[in-house]
């Protein structure tokens, strides 16, 4: 139960992540792309993670929703994504 327990938990914070970040280049640079890409790689592998629990392999799910948040925290960190001053969701530096 604990490892459903800890799916969960990461499902809920990385859908909360998704919400907040924004893409951070100007539209028709090179890196908006890049932003996009982050974007599209967190929505699929969250999809996936949605999937998994849904199936009821908590195993995955977490997997999957680490990858997920991975991509979007990646992409806050190079720039690529505005996360705010979001310190709970994202790893931030100054």
């Known amino acids: 139960m604990a490892e459903a327990t800890l799916a969960e ?3 809920r914070l990385t859908r909360e992540a998704l919400t907040r970040v924004r893409s951070t280049p100007p539209a028709r640079s090179f890196l908006s792309g890049a932003s996009e890409d982050f974007l599209s790689m967190a929505r699929a592998y969250l999809a996936d993670a949605e999937h998994f629990a849904e199936k009821g392999d908590a195993e995955r799910a977490l997997a ?12 806050v960190r190079l720039g690529l994504l505005d996360g705010g001053d979001d310190d709970q969701r994202f790893t931030l530096f100054r």
């Open 9 to 11: 938990k990461y499902l």
């Open 64 to 75: 999957a929703a680490s990858y997920a948040h991975g991509w979007l925290d990646a992409g």
